[in-house]
């Protein structure tokens, strides 16, 4: 009996060993499977296309002021003109005179000086920053990575789809057919944008991130 026991011992030992191992890795597994958030397109989706809707796309066509001749037939001549219609810019009169070049003569340029313009809520369409065109929409999400960590947080890619919604009236305008941004914006739900953006995990949820994962 006593041999017996002695002989048991050890095997004993070893069962209670692989226990305790397994309930290790079951713990690891479990903390593991916590700490790695999950993200379905769904979730991805609702994210991107709030984001989009918050950033309003805005025009730079003109360094602005600008002034350019009464006469001219320049295409900025008549972007600005539907600009200035549209009560994105405020124009004055303004006379210029010009030395000719290699000659003592000069002539007089009759201009017109466009500028912002200086009304409440008209800052919110046009300002230093340019136009205001309208705001991006989600189209498709062609492609969804799996939460990845990178330092101490996680992250995930999309490649999406997306188009120009709330185009304003002005863009239109057979004047802005040399301006390619606009001129794609209007045929974007048939023929979307595509890029790439980013999601990051973090106080618990999901949320968009501007820029690329870790700062990178």
């Known amino acids: 009996m006593y041999r017996n026991r002695t002989a048991a011992s050890p095997l004993n030992h070893a069962f209670t060993l692989l226990l305790m191992t397994v309930s290790f890795l079951g713990v690891v597994e479990t903390a593991l499977a916590k700490q790695q958030p999950s993200l379905t397109e769904k979730q991805a989706a609702i994210i991107i296309d709030e984001a989009l809707k918050m950033q309003p796309l805005m025009w730079q066509g003109f360094a602005i002021p600008y002034s350019i001749e009464r006469s001219s037939q320049h295409k900025d001549a008549a972007m600005l003109e539907i600009l200035f219609n549209h009560q994105l810019l405020i124009r004055e009169k303004e006379t210029q005179v010009i030395e000719i ?18 009304q409440q809520g008209i800052g919110k369409i046009s300002s230093q920053s340019g136009f205001y065109y309208g705001y991006g929409r989600l189209k498709n999400i062609l492609q ?25 009236d002005w863009v239109d305008a057979p004047a802005f057919d040399y301006a390619r941004t606009l001129r794609r914006s209007l045929e974007s739900q048939e023929k979307p944008f595509e890029k790439r953006v980013y999601l990051q995990y973090s106080d618990n949820k999901w949320a968009f991130w501007k820029g690329r994962p870790g700062g990178l």
């Open 101 to 118: 070049k290699d000659s003592n003569r000069k002539r007089i340029a009759l201009n017109y000086r466009y500028s912002f313009a200086n």
């Open 144 to 168: 969804l990575s799996k939460p990845y960590l990178i330092g101490d947080a996680y992250y995930a890619e999309a490649y999406v789809q997306w188009y120009v919604a709330d185009i304003q």
